[in-house]
């Protein structure tokens, strides 16, 4: 009875770590993106908010956020910009069960130039 018990301790904490280290691979991969997101929007220059939109996606694609271009909006008034990202992401929660999580955030943030679209 005791090495059922210990057997089934065993198998619930796997399951834990395997959604564990999920969890933490996803997350990983969300705040590096925001935190390039956020970069590049402070250190933005004179871009257009259409380039920089180009260029975060392709931050997302070296960072494997599956993030689709609709889910991505750039804009700017004067020095601000804003940023806001909204992205699915499957998870395994169980081995070969796969769990849609949502991902958002916004940045807002200034740039010492004006973009080019505004002069």
């Given at each position: 009875?005791?090495?059922?018990?210990?057997g089934i301790q065993l198998i619930l904490?796997?399951?834990v770590v395997n959604?564990?280290?999920h969890f933490f691979g996803a997350y990983s991969a969300h705040f590096k993106f925001r935190d390039a997101v956020q970069y590049a929007a402070q250190n933005r220059g004179q871009k257009s908010d259409e380039q920089?939109?180009?260029e975060l996606m392709d931050v997302a694609a070296e960072g494997d956020?599956?993030?689709t271009p609709a889910g991505l909006v750039v804009t700017h008034a004067g020095l601000a910009t804003e940023v806001t990202a909204s992205y699915m992401r499957p998870i395994e929660v169980f081995p070969n069960h796969m769990?849609?999580?949502s991902f958002s955030f916004r940045v807002n943030t200034f740039t010492l130039q004006?973009?080019?679209s505004v002069k």
């Open positions: 009875m005791k090495l059922i018990k210990t904490v796997a399951l959604a564990t280290w920089l939109h180009d956020v599956p993030i769990y849609p999580w004006v973009p080019n």
